[in-house]
């Protein structure tokens, strides 16, 4: 097709009218913007397949097949059944996987591993390619396999009358940073479990790999303790509406399992322990007033051995019902005022050398934490007050920074002492703020501190906070989303690649219209409509 141009720039004048039609429909044509987190290489064209759920299948490659299949697929299969093809029955309970179909996706994973469960070092790296009647999807594990389905499902599209189509594409897709997490504080409001899966679900599709469990804090201790009922039965808001069972957490860690989501319990000490005390007598610090008790408490008792024999009990509980390999320990705004109170205290603090340093005490008590939860073979993560007045650095493993102000001065501080890091001061959503302000947790620059590439790769992620003051069930999900999901592509894609606000926003916007429609209450970014609007009201 010949374009005619004259002598002056940009007027040029069609040779064949018909051109400008065929620009008209291709242009009409329905597609995607984009895939969300950007992959970090990503070829599209415009040749494109029709899918029709009937002649749909997921398989998997012949040599993995003959093995044995893997029960973490064989659901997302189900579940990404569900959502490429919503409303859709095939009129049995289960799926068949013919080899023989129009349209087949075929994984490979080159280590099968499918009974564990995702951890720090898992690899989520995959390829997927798509072509006539077919695709392809390699992974270098099973994690990677639901990274590379999430994608899959985002190529997908309808047409106006409701047909479904993929086009050609290519993708070479792995995180920027392995940690990639989301807080939710379950003691200041407390969540119900579908609350918390349903959020399990929207961050799957965003790609985050860490659910933060801030489990229990000063108002409740919502954690049904075996070895310590009455953590709980004194503690939470109510006894037994209010409390999350064995039976609930199991439910939890076993639904993000399936989405290749760890789960991260926080029990923070020795601060923000009040409701702690209720449950567990003489575990806190009492507070005094002219020499006398005031009959209030403070953190916990750091000079008294039965507090270190209780947390060793209650910590080899935690970690008998949490398999993920790291802990957090909280350690963060300790109020020193009641310890300074106490004159017991300050006798502990004479015979121990600490002089009038408060500081000094809470290292202490934090090192003995960190020593009873290295001997459950488990990595903790602290604060980054702990590392602010921490002297024996050495004995910390990883701090999270959460503080505002310079935080990258605090970050590339943590690395130079050859510690990790996790990322959390740019990323707090609970306070109310406009949707359109998502661009502020987009230009995040994790890396943009003065440092070596070596200290550069201390820097293990980041996470986005949703603390519980003003949150609970009913606005959980449109407090966190689309907002999380800049965090999200931050977290995933090649900053190079996504620099752009602009670029992101018709993308962002596609996949908000994605998460409605997969029934997660995400608000809107500015004016418009999505094709498919939530329905769930």
């Not at 039965?306 to 963060?332: C, N, R, W």
């Amino acid at each position: 097709m010949k374009v005619m141009c004259s002598v002056n720039p940009g007027h040029c004048t069609l040779k064949k009218y018909n051109f400008l039609l065929l620009i008209i429909i291709y242009l009409g044509l329905d597609t995607v913007e984009g895939v969300w987190p950007l992959p970090q290489t990503y070829i599209s064209l415009p040749e494109r397949y029709q899918l029709k759920p009937q002649s749909f299948s997921f398989g998997y490659q012949r040599h993995l097949a003959a093995q044995h299949s893997c029960s973490v697929l064989d659901a997302a299969f189900k579940r990404y059944f569900s959502i490429l093809f919503p409303g859709y029955t095939s009129g049995n309970e289960t799926i068949s996987f013919s080899e023989n179909e129009v349209f087949a996706l075929t994984i490979s994973l080159d280590h099968h591993g499918c009974e564990g469960y995702p951890n720090q070092e898992s690899s989520e790296r995959y390829k997927l390619s798509v072509s006539a009647e077919q695709a392809f999807l390699n992974a270098e594990t099973v994690w990677g396999a639901l990274r590379g389905l999430e994608t899959f499902s985002q190529l997908v599209y309808q047409d106006d009358f409701g047909t479904y189509y993929i086009n050609k594409t290519e993708i070479t897709d792995y995180p920027q940073f392995n940690y990639r997490g989301i807080l939710l504080d379950t003691s200041r409001h407390y969540l119900p479990v579908q609350a918390i899966l349903k959020t399990l679900d929207a961050m799957a599709y965003s790609k985050f790999n860490v659910f933060h469990w801030h489990i229990v804090d000063d108002p409740s201790f919502p954690y049904q303790s075996h070895t310590f009922p009455d953590l709980s039965n004194k503690g939470a808001f109510h006894p037994v509406t209010h409390i999350y069972t064995q039976s609930d957490v199991r439910r939890v860690i076993s639904y993000a399992r399936m989405r290749g989501i760890r789960v991260l319990p926080e029990f923070d000490s020795p601060g923000h322990t009040k409701s702690w005390g209720k449950g567990q007598s003489e575990l806190l610090t009492p507070c005094y007033r002219g020499g006398t008790p005031s009959g209030t408490f403070g953190p916990v008792n750091p000079a008294l051995t039965s507090t270190y024999q209780f947390m060793a009990s209650f910590f080899k509980e935690v970690a008998s019902v949490f398999p993920d390999s790291y802990i957090h320990l909280g350690g963060d705004e300790v109020d020193f005022s009641c310890w300074r109170s106490n004159p017991y205290i300050h006798a502990f603090m004479h015979k121990m050398g600490f002089g009038l340093d408060f500081s000094k005490l809470e290292a202490f008590y934090i090192e003995k934490i960190v020593n009873i939860t290295s001997v459950l073979r488990k990595t903790s993560i602290v604060w980054q007050d702990v590392f602010d007045y921490h002297e024996r650095r050495k004995s910390l493993s990883v701090v999270e920074v959460w503080k505002q102000g310079c935080y990258l001065c605090e970050v590339r501080r943590v690395v130079k002492a050859g510690l990790r890091v996790i990322l959390a001061s740019p990323w707090y959503l609970d306070q109310p703020g406009p949707t359109h302000n998502w661009a502020r947790y987009y230009n995040v620059w994790p890396l943009a501190f003065k440092g070596t590439e070596k200290q550069k790769s201390l820097v293990i992620g980041g996470e986005v906070c949703l603390w519980g003051e003003y949150v609970d069930a009913t606005n959980l999900s449109p407090r966190l989303w689309p907002r999380a999901s800049a965090a999200a592509e931050r977290l995933w894609s090649n900053e190079r690649q996504t620099s752009s606000v602009d670029r992101a926003f018709p993308r962002l916007q596609e996949f908000r219209c994605k998460l409605l429609r997969r029934g997660i209450q995400a608000e809107p970014l500015y004016v418009g409509h999505c094709k498919h609007e939530y329905q769930s009201v």
